[in-house]
């Protein structure tokens, strides 16, 4: 063992004999640990509701959106009515794009607004076309319905209605289940003799999604292709856009470049991170303010170690100067005492590891605080443990503590023997 690990380990056991600087020292210890402790559980809570808030976004959007006047080229609108090149124009586009590299799945849909109305009241509501064969495989909210099936968006049989997929909330609020008729209102009408007239077709209820975000569960609603083009009175083939999903959310962006290299001029593709960038950076300087004030935590407890380290100087003068006589240089003395605020720094760091990540594994599994569901987007506090910010806090513990040795470590450090004896 080294002779400034010795000094310092002997002093820090012997500490008991001083009752009030031993006491200061738990304080340092309890400060970081407590600290660190916090910054874990609060970070942990933070990627949990990020994570959260990230996934049902996804859920219900894709990850990436191409929009512009190539998707409605005369090849996939054929205004001839040819549908046969209409079906194999949009195929061809799909191909190319899910050949791209990291391209899960693509799905073409139509956008538009309009008034869903049922004997209980009427609606804004914010419909999607979308193809039932593909888009269960772009938007994960479509896999897991609360009730009812996608396939049945289209009409099962000659004469029968075609389906509408709504939110929970909307279904709640206009006394919806499945089967029930609906009849949605198209701002996109005609000039009549008796004026404008919307267009309004009749629809079933064929499913009801929740995502927990109320925003989506109480104005979103989703028909098929063909049902939104006869809504909307479009020619056969046209579409709105068509929306990716990607196998790594986070190179969207690398793939919407190449997704519009691949289709050239004419595409916009729009990618998840652009389209909440104002929401995830919200969220980002909210945690970047968390770990600032609960940094102070640690602070706290880092001055209490310089309180410590002055009054340990000031009670081992003696001591200090006998070592400095027997050839104890002032970097050997110096590290000393560094090596005493690093122990006690690493001890209260490693204790607020275990409780900070306790804690946090048991919010994990059982789940004992809950949330209201009506007003946050799940019902219990999500933790996601993220072992780089695990590390980052006790980095930062670790870096505090260093630094509030340096001022009493350099006292000590420049004691001059004959002075600190002259009395003894």
Partial sequence: MRFEAFIALRYLAGRRKQAFIYLISLISVLGVSIGVAALVIVLGVYNGFTTDIREKILGANAHIILT??????????????????????????????????????????????????????????VLRGIDPSTAPNVLSILGTLSSGNVADLDPQSPGALPGVIVGRELALRLGLVPGSRVNLLSPAGQKTAAGFQPRIRPFRVAGVFQTGMYEYDSSLGFISLNAGRDLLALPEGRISGVEVTVKNVYEADKIADAIERELGSGIIARHWMEMNANLFAALKLERIGMFIVLAMVVLV?????????????????????????????RSMIRRVFILQGVIIGAVGTLLGYALGIGIALLLQRYQFIKLPPGVYTLDHLPVLLNWTDIGLVGASAMLLCFLATLYPAGQAAGLVPAEALRYE
């Fill in 68 to 125: 512009g006047q190539a998707l409605s080229a005369p090849d996939l609108a054929a205004p001839q009515g040819d549908s046969a090149n209409v079906s194999s124009g949009l195929a061809t586009t799909l191909d190319r794009i899910e050949a791209v590299p990291g391209v899960v799945g693509a799905t073409p849909f139509l956008y538009t607004e309009g008034m869903l109305s049922s004997p209980r009241g009427v609606k804004g509501v």
């Fill in 301 to 329: 407890g880092s001055f209490s170690i310089v309180t410590t380290l002055v009054m340990l100087v000031m009670e081992k003068t003696r001591d200090i100067a006998i070592l400095k006589s027997m050839g104890a240089t």
